[in-house]
């Protein structure tokens, strides 16, 4: 689904936090409408939240706004979601996990692990002519990292695609959220 | 109400159907959903037993359009399923409220490509406004009771619900879940009906200072319910109305105000109300492409208010001034409150008799016109409609296909009550009028019930005829028989150089007598003027067996005015005798 990197400084990127009633098939219904009105999604990452009776969807898309408006109220016309809020990057936490195979001869393990651990990731697995190393962190981190790793031969790579919750507000303690009004009919 | 009574799936369903006050269902047993048909035989629900599962869909919504009240479909799985995905598509693109329900093979055999099994919830997604495969017995109230509040309320449209044989076979504890206990179980569907009041009471400032407004009025007041309330509204403001295809008898044809039907086949006068306009009060009308033209072009100097129950219609076509989500007669109520208000408060309305005289200039020199036929030549179609139109009762519903018939039909007709037009305007679906008529005339059993059918829609869904003898469903068809598929001959015309390619049908077959009576109906030809009359009269006495009357009509008649597709509507081209005149069109 990842056409291009997103995670970089586009102007059109949102990134949606979509709280759904956790029932089957609400993840294809959210994603057959992005394929009917014609959205491109750049990652998408679903999960229950800590009430088992909803899932929240973190998709990434890049729209423009007036797009974006139309497609955030299409997916409200869904009868299974229940909210939509727009993640500013600014105002939220981001987090996005990677797991590479990456080329290692015995004279480059080193140099491999250093930046394993300058990076604050884990060594999965070590065979004789290659790693396999994971990182969670920032999409910008992640890419960052990938960069370095590009060097000595990235085998494979995987990544989540990003999970966000709003700030909090250290002072009032209300998250940064921007509420998307009006409700499906 | 928590029992201890238990029943069957197949049971609890008919009851809550019944519980749901449904009087009336159209449907095809088979396989998957047998085990439905049998309590079915105590029930009090009737049932209509169809031809083709396409034709239960379109008598669900033919009850629905005329009715109000959500039309019910009940056909097995695989299929029967995908039988019913035009006319689930057709009430979804006009928001018709339905209710479907499917077999499907039992739970253990899902995912196994079974005997008549498809994935009906997949198919149906994005053509329902809600569909749900229902796993357990336990679980079929509520979702019967989701159906038609889902359904019914917002903005309408179908619910599907898939019932797997064994759900359907095994016992359950009856529970008929609270109203309280249905909107809990849909926390994400809560649908705005109260317009703003700031956003009313903008859009009433607005209405009094516009010198040239428009009410542009689309099937949403129909929904709504909201015709006395727009009547209200026009004639407190004095402001022209036009009806959309989908909203004809929203405002009485017969009423000074309105214009008629705007957009590619509406009158010159509603093209060109709407094109000069300085405000367009949108009414739950949605800036279909069938009526704007080229959208850049369309109504350059209106404002815009929007009024409309489903907040994704606001700004999808054109961005809006005052976006009002509501239903349209609560909101229609409301402005008409904030109007008296502010008029009480000393506000004038600015002076609309210069936009008036003008739009009754447009009235009196571009009225709906054709050429009558010369003695002796073929039938003209628009003849047979206006002697159909001026010998039938009061209050006759007309339901129609889809074509230049159903252009003439909305064009030609005076319809002067809401709820006597039925067609498919969105999706387009051809065959859509006979089981729609058949549909209506279960809802509406006190009125005349006319299809108007082209000779190439009556072949796509004729075999209904026969639902209608045996139910004894007395529905009366004009087919505007030309030998052609109209429209498309008129396109290959005026835009593929008279290069007709696969649009001619045969002059000889079928024989639409012959193939009427033997489905137990009335048969009757009319070939000259002169007959028309008559038949007419005589399928009008006619009240114990449907009717078909064929009228066989020149090929070569076109639907005017037109804007060709994607052109804008300054573009119009007029009946052809009225071109001349074009330039008072300003």
Same mark, same amino acid.
């Given at each position: ?185 | ?130 569909? +749900? $495969? ?7 109230? %509520?979702?019967? !009771?989701? =159906? @038609? ?85 026009? +004639? $407190? ?7 959309? %295809?989908?909203? !004809?008898? =929203? @405002? ?86 904030? $109007? ?247």
């Amino acid at each position: 689904m990842t056409t291009s990197n997103p995670f970089g400084s586009e102007p059109n990127h949102h990134v949606l936090s979509v709280l759904v009633q956790n029932r089957p098939g609400v993840l294809a219904r959210v994603a057959s409408l992005f394929a009917r009105r014609g959205y491109n999604i750049f990652s998408l990452a679903v999960a229950p939240t800590e009430q088992e009776d909803y899932s929240r969807i973190t998709i990434v898309v890049d729209l423009e706004s007036a797009t974006l408006e139309q497609m955030v109220k299409q997916l409200f016309k869904l009868v299974d979601v229940v909210r939509i809020s727009e993640l500013d990057p600014r105002n939220s936490v981001e987090r996005e996990l990677m797991v590479a195979t990456v080329r290692a001869t015995a004279e480059q393990r080193g140099q491999i692990v250093e930046l394993v651990n300058i990076f604050e990731g884990k060594i999965l697995g070590v065979g004789p002519e290659a790693l396999s190393v994971s990182l969670d962190g920032s999409p910008e981190k992640l890419n960052d990292f990938s960069e370095l790793l590009k060097q000595y031969g990235i085998i494979e790579s995987q990544r989540t695609g990003r999970v966000a919750l709003p700030k909090l507000d250290r002072t009032a303690r209300v998250r940064a959220v921007k509420e998307t009004k009006g409700k499906a009919s | 109400m928590k029992s201890n009574q238990q029943l069957t799936g197949a049971e609890a369903l008919i009851k809550g159907l019944e519980l749901e006050k449904v009087e009336v269902m159209f449907g095809l047993p088979g396989g998957c959903i047998l085990p439905a048909y049998d309590p079915l035989i105590k029930s009090t629900i009737r049932h209509i037993l169809v031809r083709h599962e396409q034709g239960a869909g379109h008598m669900a919504e033919g009850y629905a359009h005329v009715t109000g009240r959500p039309g019910v479909a009940m056909v097995t799985s695989g299929p029967a399923a995908t039988n019913l995905v035009t006319p689930l598509c057709d009430a979804y693109m006009d928001s018709i409220p339905m209710v479907a329900i499917t077999g499907q093979v039992p739970t253990s055999a899902i995912g196994t490509d079974a005997f008549q099994e498809c994935d009906t919830v997949g198919i149906t997604r994005s053509i329902t406004k809600h569909n +749900e $495969l229902v796993m357990s017995a336990d679980d079929l109230p %509520l979702a019967i !009771r989701q =159906a @038609f509040h889902i359904a019914t309320t917002g903005r309408p449209g179908p619910v599907l619900i898939d019932v797997p044989k064994d759900v359907l076979q095994n016992m359950m504890t009856w529970h008929w879940p609270s109203d309280d206990e249905v909107i809990d179980s849909l926390p994400g569907y809560k649908p705005t009906t109260k317009g703003h009041p700031r956003m009313i009471k903008e859009a009433a400032k607005l209405i009094l200072e516009s010198k040239q407004p428009i009410l542009y009025v689309g099937g949403g007041v129909l929904k709504a319910r909201a015709a006395e309330a727009l009547r209200e509204l026009a +004639e $407190l403001m004095n402001i022209p109305v036009v009806t959309t %295809l989908m909203a !004809r008898g =929203a @405002f009485p044809d017969n009423h000074p105000l309105c214009l008629g039907m705007p957009g590619m086949h509406g009158t010159a006068t509603a093209v060109t109300a709407m094109q000069r306009a300085d405000l367009l009060i949108a009414l739950g009308s949605r800036f279909d492409d069938r009526v704007t033209g080229k959208v850049s072009t369309f109504a350059p100097d209106a404002k815009i208010i929007h009024v409309d129950i489903d907040p994704a219609e606001q700004g999808k076509v054109r961005k809006p001034d005052v976006p009002i989500v509501g239903d349209c007669r609560l909101v229609i109520e409301e402005m008409i409150v904030a $109007l008296r208000d502010l008029m009480a408060g000393g506000t004038k309305q600015a002076d609309i008799s210069a936009w008036r005289s003008r739009v009754n200039g447009w009235k009196e020199n571009f009225p709906l016109a054709y050429e009558p036929s010369e003695p002796g030549a073929a039938l003209k179609p628009q003849y047979c409609l206006e002697k159909l139109r001026d010998a039938s009762p009061e209050g006759t519903i007309l339901v129609s296909g889809v074509g230049q018939h159903q252009m003439w039909s909305s064009q030609f007709w005076h319809f002067n009550e809401p709820y006597t037009w039925v067609n498919s305007g969105g999706l387009g679906t051809m065959g859509f009028s006979v089981p729609a008529a058949v549909g209506a005339k279960v809802g509406r059993p006190d009125k005349t019930v006319w299809a108007i059918d082209g000779d190439g829609c009556f072949q796509m869904t004729a075999q209904e005829l026969i639902t209608a003898s045996v139910e004894q469903i007395p529905i009366k068809v004009g087919i505007l028989n030309n030998s052609n598929l109209g429209m498309v001959r008129q396109w290959q015309e005026m835009f593929y150089d008279n290069r007709y390619s696969q649009v001619h049908f045969s002059e000889s077959v079928p024989d639409y007598v012959k193939m009427a009576e033997s489905m137990g109906c009335v048969g009757i030809r009319v070939e000259a003027q002169e007959e028309v009359e008559s038949a007419i009269d005589k399928a009008n006495s006619i009240n114990d067996r449907p009717v078909v009357v064929e009228f066989r009509v020149a090929p070569t008649e076109q639907v005017f005015p037109m804007v060709a597709a994607g052109r804008s509507n300054d573009e119009i081209m007029l009946q052809p005798s009225q071109e001349k005149r074009r330039e008072l069109l300003r």
